[in-house]
């Protein structure tokens, strides 16, 4: 049975997508047999993946209609092993107002998952900067949640909705826990941020992954481009920094 990953925040900006990407390939390229799910109708995870356009179905199409299985495609990503995929576009923006018409809304992606979960050891789920249905979904359907915040304190009310937003979920999803808050584009020049950092660490302890995912150039560069960070050259540093974050990964789920 897979091990199912939300990659969540209400919050836009803070490096959902950046984690999920280079999480994803990371965990496949240590050998893990990975599908991530893009549901997020602006569709940056199947851009960053090359598969738009890759399929006539999206994740929308599956929501919609529980006859309609996951439409999984191999990833084009120069950086990519074997890793699969599912694509979303903008249709996931009506799907979405579609679904709250529908009987056992919440449950659309976990009981699509049911029938292919066994086919991988890692799923995570890319989601959008929103609680609404399709968050939602995806915390019903994850077995735990990986948090990326930024270290700046208007992040941190961000963080504490989404927490209790997971506390909610447990209603649904009773096995549902935070496997942990990841520190995203810090930079420790900044006062604020060692700050925040600092309280992060002091506020929810161990819940805090220890790797911290820096203001490193070369991942801005890939985000900015659309791409991984295997396909930046020098790109050692900020490689290294997934590795550590894949090996907390592991370990915690």
Do not use: H
């Not at 997020?40 to 995870?45: A, V």
């Not at 599956?62 to 890793?83: E, H, K, T, Y």
């Not at 290294?240 to 990964?249: I, K």
């Amino acid at each position: 049975m897979a091990k199912i990953i939300a990659i969540a925040n209400q919050k836009g900006g803070v490096g959902k997508t950046t984690t999920a990407l280079n999480l994803g390939i990371t965990l496949n390229r240590l050998g893990n047999r990975v599908l991530c799910i893009d549901m997020d109708p602006q569709g940056n995870l199947t851009v960053a993946l090359g598969i738009a356009g890759a399929s006539s179905k999206t994740i929308a199409d599956a929501l919609l209609d529980r006859n309609v299985p996951l439409p999984i495609v191999r990833a084009g990503q120069s950086g990519v092993v074997s890793l699969d995929a599912v694509p979303a576009s903008l249709a996931l923006s009506t799907a979405e107002a579609a679904l709250l018409n529908k009987l056992g809304r919440e449950f659309r992606l976990r009981d699509q998952l049911l029938a292919i979960d066994s086919a991988y050891d890692y799923i995570l789920i890319d989601t959008p900067p929103s609680l609404g249905i399709l968050t939602i979904n995806s915390l019903v359907a994850a077995q735990s949640v990986v948090i990326p915040t930024e270290a700046r304190f208007f992040s941190l009310q961000g963080l504490q909705m989404l927490q209790e937003s997971v506390e909610e979920v447990k209603y649904l999803n009773p096995k549902l826990r935070v496997l942990g808050i990841l520190v995203s584009k810090y930079d420790k020049r900044l006062r604020e941020e060692r700050s925040v950092s600092t309280y992060l660490r002091k506020t929810w302890c161990e819940l805090v992954f220890t790797t911290e995912v820096g203001t490193n150039s070369k991942i801005l560069e890939a985000a900015s481009a659309g791409r991984s960070i295997f396909d930046v050259d020098n790109n050692e540093r900020a490689t290294d920094t997934y590795s550590a974050l894949a090996t907390e990964v592991i370990a915690r789920a």
